[in-house]
């Protein structure tokens, strides 16, 4: 029983793991796409507006993409018949009649997913390389379902018209230009805009995250440097986790001498990131050394705890035993923190003692 429960779980972690990214999809490309992804400047935008009597006017909508597209550099037409390398495609409805096609796994339930029961104002977002559609699809919606009472209540005239101005607002709030940069391997956009001074922290983290999931080399540098801002700090060290084993001996300093809490827990997450990633058992000495490291803060044992059980090594089993110990002297289940902790020590040790898993 205990065995097949452990089968279960394990098979449940490793779709997760796949889900939660979107990037494994992209071995489906043919070499043609990927390389016209990589190269891709010119960006045919193809803008539709649609309302309960028919076409509205997608003119604002269009001028708003048009310049978020273009401050990431991307070069907008909107002539089909000029050249262009991707066919970016957005519409907007009042009443969502196109549901779309779910996304596998766990990214179906990002807030940015086609939703299928959401039958209000959205706006559906894809694109097409060499005619051919990409399975990549976002959705952003009006925080109102009914168009026509929301209408009503803001004292506006037309309800179409209200409803394509709240999707444009929307639009305008939702970060797409960075998604498809990093969707379309630009990771050299991304990092003009991390160096740009006019770049928003919450954009920054974003970009951060983005380059952490795309596994980008060239990112790496900058993602050293952007750790001694307090503000990107934690975001840099869960992204270089990402990028492979050459970020391991930076990962492991800042984990054992940064005063920070919230940054150590980072580092710890992301060592964790390069054992699931990568395997290496470099990690697990220094891991265990913080597990057991007096006064070290709860949430950054929280997750040293986690970062060993990426890796599963039977030199965990017996410090994880002995934490977990502790854990149940000093219990006090009213306290986040002492759950968060015991969860993490009991799920690692699961996965690191062979024995406990196939008993």
Known sequence: MRRAVWITACSVWLLLQVAGTSW????????EQRDRLLKAQKVLLDVVALTDNGKGDAGPILSLVSARMTEVGYDVVTDPAKPHDVVFKIKCEQRKIWEGTATLGGDADLPDSPSRVWKGPACQLNYLVGGTKIRWQKEVRTDFEDAVAAALAANAPDPGAYAMAKLKERLGQYDFPVLLAAEWGHADRLLKLLDDPRTSQLRKLKVISLLGDMQSDEAAPRLKEALKDKNLAQQAAVALGNLGKDSIPMLIDIMKTSKDPELQAAAAKGLGQVGALHGDPQIVPPLLEMLEKPGVDRAVLTEVAWALGKLPDKRSVKPLERTQAKLLKV????????????????WSRKQCDTEDQFS
Do not use: Q
């Not at 494994?24 to 070499?31: A, H, I, K, N, V």
């Open 331 to 346: 219990r006090d289940l009213d306290d986040p923190s002492w759950k968060k902790l015991f969860e993490a020590v009991e």
């Open 24 to 31: 494994g999809y992209r071995e489906s490309f043919t070499p």
